[in-house]
């Protein structure tokens, strides 16, 4: 079966993904779009958190030997895991990909490396086989941007920044305050500083690829095409591209599906904080009771060890459950997708990662916002003060402010119009992706322009 697709399709691509739930499923749909426009597709991944390969059976998955220590897949400190896996990666792919391109008939040509910006030991592969690289980012344009900011701050003596700056605007980087910039934290300053710098400093990457929408992020776009002079393809949001398949690495319970179809149109808030964050139990006490006060019907994901370790049994407060009744429903997992797209769901309360931004932006699903590290408070911002479908909510808040957010989002008359700008918004998004748009063009340039090299 990989023979003839391989022999069907002509080119390849390689894709090398990072080992994260958020990055793994944009990069499997960029393969699934690409396989449709006909290349042949290799996935090159860690053997740490690996893709199914039974969920994507037209493409073929090649292991990296990462051979990464307990300590350095835990990610306590990541600087030290991500300067691991691109320190033990290296060597592997190189000669995985150079048995490849040596076997490789004249009509199988390997055409590139995309690469995902945490993985940036495979543009030197790349350099290496003298093959185009092309860089992937997961996250939004402003991010990226936001990077090189962080960069000249750091320079000028500006980071770490005062408390007293934290609500003031970065020059230059509207509409972020001081305290929304992507910055790690963790360990020093300078730890910060040494990774963003790794993840912003590619010289020979032919091209930039972002999930993202252009009439999104439109003068983001334009700055960093100036910045970078190479071809930039806004090609977003990729779920709305690609044909549905599972990507996830934990197991979707199905059957939140049934208890939404028993809710009234818009009446139930989603929550869920994606597949890294990690609270401590006095934050999810302060959630579970600003759930039940509100009197909302509401989907709550709690992800197994997203609280220290411990189990869903032990995490939820005493009387809770007895005090919602059949108005909540509990899960470990669910397949968001599906949720945010069901007409029961009329907000999500969400980390803000820009995966989950762009799926509720695509529904129409209005947000409230809690961002914990790096580009999610980015994105918090671009929700709540310039696109205004999102109310931020401190990370501190305690049960009466949680309440309240929802109340404002789920029947106050701020909600309606939150609503309804959120589905504006859908509605520009799906004209985006359609034939002859602005997502649907620059992903024809992209296949031009692969085919080119």
Known sequence: MKN?????????VVLVPAPFQGHMTPMLQLGTILHSRGFSIVVAHTEFNSPNPLNHPEFIFLPISDNLTAHETSFKNPLDSLLAINNNCKAPLQENLAQMVEKKAPNEQVSCIIYDSLMYFSEAVASHLNLPSILFRASCALNLLAYHDILRLHAEGQLPFQDSKAQDLVPGLYPLRFKDLPLPGFGTSEDSVKLIQLLSNFTTSSALICNTVDN???????????????PFFSIGPLHKLASASSTSFLKEDTNCIEWLDKQAPRSVIYVSFGSLTIMNKTDLTEMAWGLANSGQPFLWVIRPGSVHGSELTELLPEGFEEKVGERGCTVKWAPQK???????????????????????ISEGVPMICKPYFVDQKVNARYLSYIWNVGLELE????????????RRLMVDKEGDEMRQRAIDMKDKIEACVQKGSSSYSSLNNLQEFILSF
């Open 338 to 360: 599906e949720v945010l797209a069901h007409g029961a769901v009329g907000g999500f309360w969400s980390h803000c990662g820009w995966n989950s931004t762009l799926e509720s």
């Open 4 to 12: 003839q697709e391989t022999q069907r399709h002509g080119r390849v």
């Open 216 to 230: 999104l992020e439109h003068s983001a776009v334009s700055k960093l095409q100036q910045h970078y002079q190479v």
């Open 395 to 406: 990370n501190d808040s305690e049960r009466g402010d949680i309440e309240r957010a929802i």
